[in-house]
């Protein structure tokens, strides 16, 4: 249906009955100029003024009966939209007009309507905003605290996620003879990857309870996971094993980022592949990865670390690369302590990242063995 203009129609209602008022006037005004004179006996001057009075009246009756058909229905418009902006209850508008006044009720009905949804959708995200909180808390529970005193060696690490939720994880198992370190990466971040993250470092911790080596938690850890995860999800990961007894370091990579090894004699950084392939791609990794031994000095460093750091780009598009922290961790490593490495990356990774926001998770872990 076309739209009506409300003032069209009232130009147009106005326009006939002035016609239809001068037609009637026309006609009729000789016989009411002298009803006017035989009935009250007025003076010519005085009907020049009578007649143009009578004219008035029954055009201010019009306007006024049409004033009240555009008066009204804005008026229940307006008292609907003042009840919305005052947040006072307000009610939807029924109309089948179809001018300018039909086109406000119908403009009020899906402004509402609107706000009503996004009232929804604000509900629901501080629901799903406080859900993301208290996984965001279960995830830091899991955790390191405080990094645990393990003998022969000097270690410091944290992670940030890049969302409420992260798929970045890390832990430092402390267990006597044999001591686990290991970090590992979610495929994505979020919830999602949130939720293997701590699959899996519950199961890294159940594991290092019942073997000794990281090839055997790797494996059972894959072993399990796999059987509880969607194909497209999986976990890099790289775990350590030191011989607090023996003071020796062993690796076992599961398809993780590069392991950074610092030689103290030479003061070069060894870049070395983890290996493996990432825990939850097939059912059984047996075959496929093995624990090796790395060869650590006294004074000598290991460096772990997730994709978030190497991937992580500038306001002008450049990444930070392996390049860079390599360079980054001979620079500090012959002259400070596993921590200090760690903040001094930090504060140079930062600096290069500037105001680019963060894409992916990020875990960096600084291992040091001591002296003797």
Not at 74 to 95: D, S
Not at 226 to 231: C, Y
Not at 364 to 372: C, D, K, N, S
Request: neutral net charge.
């Amino acid at each position: 249906m076309a739209q009506k203009s409300i003032f069209g129609k009232l130009t147009m209602r106005l326009f006939i009955t002035v016609a239809v008022i001068g037609a009637v006037l026309y006609v009729w005004l000789p016989n009411l100029q002298e009803l006017l004179l035989l009935r009250f006996g007025l003076e010519d001057t005085t009907r020049r003024y009578i007649i143009p009075a009578l004219l008035l009246i029954l055009f201010l009756v019009v306007v006024v009966n049409l004033f009240v058909e555009v008066h009204r229905p804005l008026h229940k418009v307006f008292k609907e939209m003042r009840a919305m902006l005052a947040g006072r209850p307000y009610k939807k508008i029924f109309t089948k007009r179809t001018d300018e006044i039909g086109v406000l009720a119908y403009f009020f009905n899906e402004v509402t309507r609107n706000i009503e949804h996004i009232s929804l959708d604000l509900a629901e995200g501080k629901r799903m905003s406080k859900e993301l909180n208290v996984g965001s808390e279960i995830q830091q529970r899991i955790l390191p605290k405080e990094i645990p005193h393990i003998d022969g060696l000097d270690l410091f690490g944290r992670t940030r996620p890049a969302s409420e939720v992260g798929g970045d994880s890390f832990d430092i198992i402390a267990k006597g003879e044999n001591n686990f370190i290991y970090v590992g990466d979610v495929t994505g971040h979020g919830v999602p990857a949130g939720l293997i993250m701590v699959m899996v470092n519950m199961l890294m911790r159940t594991f290092s309870e019942i073997y000794q080596s990281g090839y055997d938690i790797i494996v059972n850890t894959n072993r399990v996971l796999k059987q509880r995860i969607e194909p497209r999800r999986f976990m890099t990961s790289v775990m350590l094993r030191w011989n607090s007894k023996e003071k020796k370091m062993y690796y076992t990579g599961a398809g993780h980022e590069h392991i950074l090894l610092y030689h103290a004699a030479s003061k070069k950084c060894e870049v070395l592949k983890s290996g493996g392939i990432a825990l939850g791609m097939v059912p059984d990794v047996s075959k496929i990865i093995k624990e090796q031994a790395l060869e650590l000095a006294p004074h000598d460093m290991v460096v772990l670390y997730s994709d978030g750091i190497i991937e992580a780009k500038n306001m002008n598009g450049e990444m930070f690369g392996l390049e860079r922290l390599t360079q980054q961790v001979e620079e500090y490593a012959a002259k400070a302590t596993p921590e200090e490495v760690f903040t001094n990356i930090s504060k140079n990774f930062a600096a290069f990242v500037g105001d680019a926001p963060q894409e992916d998770d990020i875990t960096l872990i600084v291992v040091q063995r001591a002296e003797g």
